[in-house]
């Protein structure tokens, strides 16, 4: 501050030279006191706080300043960062900030009945368990399914689900399995706890407060599956090792993780596998999808479970694969068979749920994948002679698409109805059950949910306008790829029966 004045203000007299200098000492004393008072706010923004914090959104776009929790933070080469959930919105779009995007001057601390990192109950584990249409709105500017779903060097991102904890599978407590990168051919001894600002790698889903708060937070950047980089929405228990990279190189046949495109590439000499494992039970066209057994196939399931964990939220599925089965769609071409998603199923379902997990990777989705996976899992309960549900609680994504498959399906019977000797056509739910195998309590919210039931003269009958016969019809037609049950080569196991899985 020692500068010579009189060079800038030449007819300045002493005086008045002092003053200004002084002025504007005050002036950089104020800086730095309002420097000190950030960093004293900064200091205040710890876990449980919230406030607003402005979401990423595409450029051009509108900006929103939503109230986040602050979850974590993070100071790493003296660059601060906070780990932040926004509140309204689906953990998926959960993100690393800096401290420009936090308005500190909103700071709300954390109340002691404010209890929210907490949400294994919930739907979904979302903020909002039902209605994901302002999120999804949302996620259209931000990490769409859509957009991260191209080819090549394009980043994917969001969605999620959880599973009942206590499963209904003849009372047997699922183990945990910990997998280890070096060796994926058997479940490895759990890690050792991280330091505290690492999410712990382990995959316990214990409900203690810390580990929520650990698995809450995303822990891989970036994975590459075959032709596609794809960024992760959750936490999932791959080793450490991989929490610190920028990428982890998984072989699209076998899911086997490694470090870096050099390990996988060797891995690519020996792995000989151009599809999953197991029997190929479908095939239409390049559309394919294998059937495998938990048991048999544990180092392909689990890796499996792995990665799907990445895209759904307060899954248990990474746990015992023993009791599932895994039903893995493929598209075709010449390098071979490319996963696109897969479901799980119970060998054994006390509750008949005939899904337990779904998903479509984020490069698939939104393409009718989803429905296609839903419709081969109605399929297998027409061919058990059943019905079915999946099990619940469904994620967001999980209940729009379960939700317009049914409609879809139900529609479709109700529009093809030929009326009988003149009367009005009539069916029962039962029969729309039969044709359908979807569970009559879903067929039932179907119904209230499309607002076709009425009470009419003492009974209940289902009214359809001619506008949603055509809303119908048009969905019907943007519906191309189908499953065509001649296709399926399969016959039901009475897993019951066999004694052991
Ligand atoms: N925004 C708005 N609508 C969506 C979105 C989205 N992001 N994603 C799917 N939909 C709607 C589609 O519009 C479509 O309805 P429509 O035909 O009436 O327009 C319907 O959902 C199905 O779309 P698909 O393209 O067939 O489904 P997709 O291949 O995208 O897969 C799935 C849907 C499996 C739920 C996918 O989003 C996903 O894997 N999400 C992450 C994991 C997950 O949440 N799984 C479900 C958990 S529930 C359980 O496991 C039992
Ligand atoms: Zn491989």
């Keep these: 501050m020692a500068a010579d004045w009189s060079k800038y203000f030449p007819y300045t007299n002493q005086t008045s030279c002092f003053i200004f200098y002084s002025s504007l ?9 309002k420097k000190i008072g950030l960093k004293t706010t900064l200091d205040m923004v710890v876990e449980g706080c919230r406030l607003p914090v402005k979401m990423s959104i595409l450029p051009n776009e509108e900006e929103e300043w939503p109230l986040a929790e602050i979850l974590s933070r993070k100071e790493e080469k003296g660059k601060l960062e906070f780990y932040v959930h926004y509140i309204d919105f689906n953990k998926r779009l959960d993100e690393w900030v800096l401290p420009d995007r936090l308005r500190v001057e909103e700071l709300q601390f954390p109340r002691k009945d404010q209890k929210t990192p907490q949400k294994q109950t919930s739907s979904a584990a979302n903020s909002r368990p039902t209605t994901p249409d302002r999120e999804l709105q949302l996620s259209k500017k931000l990490s769409l399914p859509e957009q991260t779903s191209s080819p090549a060097a394009k980043l994917g991102g969001q969605g999620q689900t959880p599973q009942s904890q206590t499963k209904s599978n003849a009372g047997r407590k699922r183990k945990a399995i910990f997998l280890d990168e070096d060796s994926q051919d058997a479940p490895a001894t759990p890690q050792p706890s991280a330091p505290p600002q690492q999410p712990r790698q ?65 891995h690519r000499t020996k792995c000989t596998l151009r599809h999953p494992p197991g029997n190929e039970i479908y095939r239409k066209s390049t559309i394919s999808f294998f059937e495998i057994d938990g048991r048999k196939n544990k180092m392909y399931s689990q890796n499996l479970c792995l990665l799907a964990k990445l895209f759904l939220d307060h899954k248990t599925l990474y746990y015992d694969t023993d009791p599932f089965l895994f039903y893995v769609m493929t598209e075709y071409d010449i390098k071979g068979f490319h996963i696109v998603g897969f479901f799980s199923k119970e060998k054994e379902s006390t509750e008949d749920y005939n899904v337990a997990c779904i998903l479509t990777l984020p490069p698939y989705q939104r393409k009718g994948y989803g429905k296609l996976l839903i419709e081969f899992s109605y399929e297998l309960s027409k061919f058990e002679g059943k019905t079915g549900s999946p099990e619940k609680p469904l994620s967001d994504l999980g209940l729009l698409s379960y939700r317009s498959y049914w409609s879809q399906t139900i529609l ?22 039969e044709l359908t195998s ?64």
């Design 25 to 33: 000492s005050k002036m950089a004393d104020d800086k730095e006191n």
């Design 202 to 266: 382990t995959g316990s889903m214990s409900s203690s407060h810390d580990e929520n708060i650990i698995t809450r937070i995303k822990n891989i950047e970036t994975i590459e599956l075959g032709k596609y980089r794809i960024k992760p929405w959750y936490f999932s228990p791959y080793p450490p090792e991989l929490t610190t990279i920028s990428i982890v190189f998984i072989c699209e046949f076998c899911l086997k993780y490694v470090k870096s495109r050099k390990c996988l590439e060797r």
């Design 412 to 433: 479709e019977i109700l529009v093809n109805l030929k009326p009988e000797n003149g009367e009005r056509p009539q069916v029962t739910i039962n029969e729309i059950c």
């Design 438 to 501: 979807i569970r009559k309590e879903d067929v039932i919210s179907t119904l209230q949910h499309l607002n076709l039931i009425n009470y009419y003269k003492g009974q209940y009958i289902i009214t359809l306008s001619q506008e949603s016969i055509d809303t119908h019809n048009r969905a019907m037609a943007k519906r191309k790829i189908r499953i065509d049950a001649k296709c399926l080569h399969w016959t039901p196991k009475d897993w019951a029966k066999r004694g052991k899985w």
